[in-house]
C-alpha cells in the first residue's frame, strides 16, 4: 500500500492541498477545503477562473507539477480523460513534482483503465492514488452533498476520507483502482 503508515486526516488538521481545476463544480468542492482550513495551491488553465479562491487565500501555481509538490493531497476534477492523462502523468504533471503529493484523487467522472494506470504509475512514485468520480452536479458541489464514489487501496481511501467529507455526503469505498469509475 502506498503510504503505509501514514496517519489519516483529521478534520481538524490543515493539509496542504494542490487543487487542479476549478469549473463549475471543482471551483465549489476546492471552496469547502478552503473554509474548512486547508492550505491550498491552485492551478487551472486560465487563472481569471480561480480568482474567487485566490481572493480567499489559495495560492496561484504555473502548472500542477508545482501545485503538487511536497502537499499531502493533490485534487483534480477536470474535463476529459486527456486532461486527466496531462495533469498527473504528463510532464508538468502532479507525478512529476520534485517531491510528489503523499496522495493523488482524481475526481472527474474517467475510465476505469486510465485510474488504474494511474494508480500504477503513482504507486512506482510512492504515492497513492484514488479515483473518485462524484454524482450530485453543481448543486452538490455548491452544498457539500456529492455522492462519492471512490477506487484505490484501502489505507489511502481511510487517510483522505475527511477531506471528501467536506465535499460529499455519501463517500463508498468500491474496492481497488479503477472500481470507483464504473459506481459511477
Request: aromatic share 2%; net charge positive.
Amino acid at each position: 500500500m502506498a503510504n503505509e503508515g501514514t496517519s489519516p486526516a483529521s478534520p481538524d488538521q490543515p493539509l496542504e492541498i494542490a487543487w487542479i481545476g476549478t469549473g463549475v463544480m471543482g471551483a465549489s468542492m476546492a471552496s469547502h477545503l478552503l473554509a474548512a482550513g486547508h492550505r491550498r495551491r491552485v492551478f487551472t488553465r486560465s487563472k481569471s477562473r480561480a480568482q474567487a479562491l485566490l481572493d480567499r487565500g489559495a495560492r496561484w501555481t504555473r502548472s500542477p507539477a508545482e501545485a503538487a509538490d511536497g502537499a499531502d493531497v493533490a485534487v483534480s476534477i477536470v474535463g476529459l480523460p486527456e486532461g486527466v492523462e496531462a495533469v498527473h502523468l504528463g510532464d508538468r504533471g502532479t507525478l512529476a513534482a520534485p517531491r510528489p503529493p503523499r496522495r493523488v484523487i482524481d475526481m472527474t467522472t474517467s475510465s476505469p483503465a486510465l485510474a488504474v494506470r494511474l494508480a500504477e504509475v503513482a504507486r512506482t512514485r510512492g504515492v497513492g492514488s484514488l479515483d473518485a468520480p462524484v454524482s450530485g452536479g453543481d448543486g452538490g458541489a455548491r452544498q457539500a452533498t456529492l455522492s462519492i464514489m471512490v477506487g484505490g487501496e484501502r489505507g489511502d481511501f481511510d487517510a483522505v476520507k475527511p477531506v471528501l467529507a467536506r465535499m460529499g455526503k455519501t463517500i463508498v469505498h468500491q474496492g481497488p483502482a479503477g472500481r470507483g469509475q464504473p459506481a459511477k
